[in-house]
């Protein structure tokens, strides 16, 4: 069995798969581990040692999905449950409560109302009363958004509660663990007081793994050149840890080498629940603490079988850990770089560029998946700030994070140094980020891509390993030419799309013609928070994971149909993060609207009656046609044929504008019509209804909006006429995909 645990650990990972993918990934597994016996590459013992694996995490993932419990929806409940999980921010504090059942299926929220508002008793483990509403989890409801509801069944949570005061909400109790939780408060409450905003930050995140208080623009910052591995705990950082505490130990002669591997076994033990309990930490303290046990009681074990019973052991402590990206790319980094260890003959330099190159090649599907993007250059920058890192800052943190209790000010003073050198470096990322982010927009790659591009990665290691540079390097130029391919494969398909984005209360509508002949926007609507100021939240969520998604990196022009918040507020972020060649407008479109554009972006008027010819594609402007000094009566009103079917987009218009297109247009027919400003009763009457005859209609309204929208006026004349409505508040995004005259329309949500 030595040197082979990796082939059980691939059989119990197949068997995981199969359930959650696919039943044949088993039968491939079964046959895959039939012909390494065939051909003598394993015994019968492995055989049937990973076949039972197999078999059994197969068995463990059906058994083991849960059936949400029936709860009564958004009615008031009153629930007494064993709470875990918590983690807390400057805004807002979470943790995770048992349902009737005794399952910990419900996500529990408090929004801070004061950033130093605490919740009394609040510790994992404690027995809480907690009075509230049930809801489900939102889905995604547009293609590339993040899918919420998803992503919390994966951790068996099928409902949320959302406090709205303190006092629904009592605690008593505790767990084994809360002496440990209350030493982590301490230490981040200690960092806060003594040390600078910055330094305290990256000391919380980097030690104690509360990253929350990092600045959000260096977080996006990491994000865009794939550092954000720097910021998480990783074993880079444990075994750094590791080394450091040993050689204080050891050579201060604080503890004899014995008692210190003791100390260092108990220490890793304890230190990922300190540490906030991430996949990645338990992975790196677990092989760590493997390794000492077979160094102390001399037995052998290949690196390779260590990290594959960790892998093992994780997944049968938890199966939900598969779906955590963490350890995704902790444990597909660690296997790619002990399997390749052969590789880097080399300076340290050129080892250390190998090394980076590699991490970056063997998770770019994942990344892709996540990111939809890749970035060429992340290579030449983690080579930059991979050794400052691991050579000055980490250690530097937790040179600070000692010296916090007995010299706090010494502390402090260290921590202004590493707060210069820090800034020092962050300040050149962002500077070549401005001058050299090229993201490369690759889209989603298709899972039969993945496949043949990890079968080609493996060709190209075992080429470099054996020193075949030359085929290594056709290899390598294959592997470049997967994503680029993937990034292609809208130029040669001959399918068009028309989507209605699902962007809460405006309009958003987004045109792929066939072949990549262009990609077009119809407005490109804003959000607002609580307080009903501007924000970001539609870009960021909706339309940047859309057109990324697409695999679209240039918008070749953006409509905009009038100067409301809630048809242009993302306008200016698209001009900023895409390529967009123009921004067409009406003639009577308020400029000052404009301001927060990209200076340099083309703003096109638009005069009534003119017919736009585009590549593959005309759009004709049917009004306004004078200035009715009102944004939403100046909505523009446009006419197109996009596959075999006639489309009428008409804005904000209301009643009185409909009856003046009426009398001007007296044979305008369409077959599918953008029903004007969100369904409201202002628009939509049935005698321009009765007129244009449309077969489909389009209502882009948010869901439970304090408007009402749509009308249940507006909705009743629209079935009197047999129109199909299409509405985001039920359907979510609404796609109409085509190719030449036919196409069919499709939800997002089942």
């Known amino acids: 069995m030595i040197g082979r645990w990796h082939i059980v650990a691939l059989a119990a990972l197949g068997g995981m798969l ?56 958004d009615k008031p409940i009153q629930l007494t449950s064993a709470i875990s999980d918590i ?29 130093n508002e605490v919740l009394t008793g609040l510790s994992a483990g404690a027995k809480c009363v907690i009075k509230g509403r049930i809801i489900q989890p939102d889905p995604a409801t547009n293609q590339g958004q993040f899918d919420f509801k998803r992503y919390l069944r994966r951790q068996g949570i099928f ?54 208080n990092l600045d959000e623009g260096t977080v996006e910052l990491f994000n ?28 201060l002669q604080i503890l004899t080498i014995e008692k210190t591997y003791w100390f260092l076994f108990v220490f890793l033990a304890v230190y990922p629940v300190f540490a906030g309990g991430e996949p990645s930490v338990w992975r790196s303290a677990l092989m760590v603490m493997l390794i000492m046990v077979l160094m102390r009681f001399r037995i052998r074990l290949p690196i390779i079988d260590s990290i594959s019973i960790v892998f093992l052991l994780l997944l049968v402590l938890d199966p939900h850990y598969l779906y955590h990206i963490g350890f995704q790319f902790s444990f597909l980094v660690s296997l790619a770089l002990l399997l390749s260890a052969r590789l880097y003959t080399g300076s340290f330099i050129s080892a250390l560029l190998e090394t980076s190159l590699l991490s970056q090649l063997v998770i770019l599907p994942l990344q892709v998946s996540q990111f939809y993007f890749l970035n060429p250059l992340s290579v030449l920058m983690n080579l930059f700030a ?34 210069f050198l820090n800034e020092l470096l962050i300040r050149f990322i962002e500077w070549v980020d401005v001058a050299a982010f090229y993201p490369w927009v690759t889209g989603k790659l298709p899972i039969g891509i993945s496949i043949v591009y990890f079968l080609i990665l493996v060709l190209f290691c075992s080429a470099w390993e054996k020193g075949r540079r030359r085929i290594a390097l056709c290899y390598g130029a294959l592997l470049t030419a997967v994503p680029l391919a993937a990034a292609l494969l809208p130029y040669t398909s001959s399918t068009g799309y028309v989507t209605m984005l699902d962007i809460g209360q405006g309009d958003a509508f987004v045109i792929e013609l066939p072949y990549r002949r262009g990609v077009y926007l119809i407005d490109a609507a804003g959000s607002v928070g609580t307080d009903f100021k501007p924000t970001d939240k539609n870009f960021k969520q909706v339309i940047k994971p859309y057109l990324y998604e697409r695999g679209i990196a240039k918008v070749d022009g953006i409509f905009a149909s009038h100067a409301d918040h809630d048809h242009i507020g993302s306008i200016g972020k698209l001009t900023e993060e895409f390529h967009v060649d123009w921004v067409r407008t009406s003639v009577y479109f308020d400029r000052s609207k404009a301001k927060s554009w990209d200076s340099d972006i083309k703003i096109l008027p638009w005069k009534a009656g003119e017919m736009i010819r585009l590549p593959g594609w005309e759009i004709q402007l ?11 009566k100046n909505s523009l009103v446009m006419y197109t ?34 029903v004007g400003h969100h369904g409201s009763n202002t628009s939509t009457d049935p005698a321009f209804l009765q007129h244009v005859k449309p077969e489909t209609a389009l209502v882009s309204a948010g869901r439970n909006n304090r408007y009402g929208h749509p009308s249940p006026e507006v909705v009743d004349a629209l079935s009197q006429q047999n129109i199909r409505i299409w509405r985001t508040d039920t359907d979510g995004a609404v796609v109409y995909a085509f190719s030449g005259k036919t196409g069919t329309f499709s939800p997002f949500l089942p």
């Open 224 to 251: 865009r050149w794939s550092l954000s591995h720097i910021l998480a705990i990783s074993g880079m950082h444990i075994a750094l840890f590791s080394a450091i505490l040993f050689f204080l130990f050891t050579k």
């Open 18 to 73: 199969a359930h959650s993918l696919h039943f044949s990934i088993l039968l491939l597994i079964v046959v895959w581990l039939c012909l390494m016996y065939y051909t003598r590459r394993i015994q019968f013992t492995l055989l049937l040692l990973s076949s039972l694996a197999s078999l059994l995490f197969f068995g463990n993932s059906i058994l083991g999905q849960k059936t949400p419990p029936e709860l009564p929806l």
């Open 641 to 674: 044929v996009l596959g075999g079917k006639s489309w009428l987009f008409t804005g904000d218009i209301g009643k009185e504008e409909e009856k003046e297109i009426i009398r001007s247009y007296p044979t305008l027919r369409a077959d599918v019509l953008k």
């Open 87 to 115: 983690s807390e921010t400057n805004e807002r504090i979470q943790f995770t409560a048992e349902d009737p059942s005794g399952s910990p299926s419900i996500q529990v929220t408090y929004f801070k109302q004061e950033a």
């Open 622 to 632: 049917l009004a306004p046609s004078r200035d009715k000094k009102d944004p939403n």
């Open 386 to 419: 991979i050794p400052f890192y691991t050579f000055i800052a980490i250690p530097l943190l937790l040179l600070i994070s000692i010296l916090l209790y007995p010299l706090p000010q010494f502390a402090a003073l260290l921590g202004e140094c590493f707060r």
């Open 159 to 212: 409902y949320e509660i959302e406090l709205q005061n303190l006092q629904d909400i009592s605690c008593t109790g505790t767990s084994r663990f809360n002496q440990l939780l209350k030493a982590r408060t301490v230490f981040l409450e200690k960092a806060d007081k003594n040390l600078d905003s910055h330094t305290a930050a990256w000391v919380q995140a980097m030690i104690a793994g509360k990253d929350s």
